[in-house]
Structures are given as structure tokens and as C-alpha cells.
């Protein structure tokens, strides 16, 4: 069994910052991919952020410059500061990985952190 939990979440103000945390833990070979997601109420979820096996990454538009995506492969975990953060930025904030385990590579969902920025 494969367990993504994010942390990190909260109540800031506009400008201020956050950095969220996902940790990976159970049974699997190696980790692909991680990426950020976001959904605002009544929103679609939104790919914000992500970052290859090899650390290269890409951005949603509207957080390139504020938000960085980044790794340590040896714990198995991914981060992501949030900077100048606006009102709109709030939303839950889900991890995504994918992973090669014993049945193929298959994708995991962590259980969301809420942001929320406002004054």
C-alpha cells in the first residue's frame, strides 16, 4: 500500500508564504514524476507544479516566479514554496506522484492541504 500525506497548509495573508510538504511511504521500486495540484470550489483541479525523476520542472503560468517545486528523492519526498501569494491561489492543494511498483506504474493521490489566502 502506497500513502502520499501533505502538510504545510494554513491561513496567510496576501504576500505572505507557505511550503507544503508531501511524503511518500510504502511498498514501491522508485518514483517517477511528482506534482502539484490545486481546486478551487466549484473549480476543476489544476496541474500548479512538477518535477521529474531528474529535477527538471514546469510551472501553471500564473505561479511561475512565486511558487517552486522541489525534491529529495532519497526520502521520497516533494515540496512546494508558495511566495506573494494572492487571494486567488486559494484552494486544497493535492500531491500527485507516480510510481513503479510491483503491478506497473500506477499514479497516487495524497488527501489534499487547504491554502487559503486572505486578509
Known amino acids: 500500500q502506497v500513502q502520499l500525506v501533505e502538510s504545510g497548509g494554513g491561513l496567510v495573508q496576501p504576500g505572505g508564504s507557505l511550503r507544503l510538504s508531501c511524503a511518500a511511504s510504502?511498498?514501491?521500486?522508485?518514483?517517477?514524476?511528482m506534482r502539484w495540484y490545486r481546486q478551487a470550489p466549484g473549480k476543476p483541479r489544476d496541474l500548479v507544479a512538477a518535477?521529474?525523476?531528474?529535477?527538471?520542472?514546469k510551472y501553471k503560468d500564473s505561479v511561475l516566479g512565486r511558487f517552486t517545486i522541489s525534491r529529495d528523492n532519497a526520502k521520497s519526498w516533494v515540496f512546494l514554496q508558495l511566495n506573494s501569494l494572492k487571494p486567488e491561489d486559494t484552494a486544497v492543494y493535492y500531491c500527485?506522484?507516480?510510481?513503479?511498483?510491483?503491478?506497473?506504474?500506477?499514479?497516487?493521490w495524497g488527501q489534499g492541504t487547504q491554502v487559503t489566502v486572505s486578509s
Open positions: 500527485n506522484a507516480e510510481m513503479d511498483t510491483h503491478r506497473g506504474v500506477l499514479a497516487y
Open positions: 518535477i521529474g525523476s531528474g529535477g527538471n520542472t
Open positions: 510504502g511498498s514501491f521500486f522508485s518514483i517517477r514524476d
